[in-house]
Nanobody, 121 residues
Framework: QVRLVESGGELVQAGGSLRLSCAVS????????MAWFRQAPGNAREFVAT?????DTYYANSAKGRFTISREHATVYLQMNSLKPEDPAVYYC?????????????????WGQGTQVTVSS
């Protein structure tokens, strides 16, 4: 059974940093991309960043220059710096369908339960 477990979300002051982690278990995903999405109350789930099996990355405009996605073995990370009041959300990690690098939620077949990020101004 595939499991994705996110951690690292917490309350942080605006301008601060957080590092989110997502541990994947149950099978290997050598030719899949892994991504982070986020969803704030009342909003649709929003793409944040993705990284493919070769280490290529792609970011939403809102994340460029502030967030860094990385992966090591079965764990994907999201380093978030210079957090802003508009960043609070539940952050989800996801694994894509094979051999793709999508920036939309429909391109991902496995999802975690999410971790809450809160930013105080």
């Amino acid at each position: 059974q595939v499991r994705l477990v996110e951690s690292g979300g917490e309350l942080v002051q605006a301008g601060g940093s957080l590092r989110l982690s997502c541990a994947v278990s149950g099978r290997t995903f050598d030719h899949h991309s892994m991504a982070w999405f986020r969803q704030a109350p009342g909003n649709a789930r929003e793409f944040v960043a993705t990284i493919n099996w070769s280490g290529d990355t792609y970011y939403a405009n809102s994340a460029k220059g502030r967030f860094t996605i990385s992966r090591e073995h079965a764990t994907v990370y999201l380093q978030m710096n210079s957090l802003k009041p508009e960043d609070p959300a539940v952050y989800y990690c996801a694994v894509s369908i094979p051999a793709t690098m999508p920036a939309v939620a429909s391109g991902y077949e496995y999802w975690g339960q999410g971790t809450q990020v809160t930013v105080s101004s």
